[in-house]
């Protein structure tokens, strides 16, 4: 239980990451939380093609707004 609230926590901190329009996709967030906070449990938390999905189309859609566009390799 308190793993998965934790997991949850995690996919929603980089909901947020992934709005703030600095990064460019979902990989750069993750290295962000493992490497830079600390979070090694971040290593696991994008395993699921669905959340990669949906923080790509998170980073584009704030980068747009922004007025910038990073495209980043697949």
Avoid: V
């Avoid at 934790?6 to 996709?25: E, I, K, P």
């Amino acid at each position: 239980m308190a793993n998965e609230r934790f997991s949850q926590w995690l996919r929603d901190l980089a909901r947020h990451m992934a709005r703030s329009g600095r990064y460019g996709s979902w990989r750069l967030i993750q290295i962000e939380l493992r490497f830079m906070q600390g979070i090694r449990e971040a290593a696991n938390c994008f395993t699921d093609s669905e959340i990669r999905s949906e923080l790509d189309a998170l980073c584009r859609e704030a980068q747009r707004q922004a007025g910038r566009i990073m495209i980043l390799p697949a």
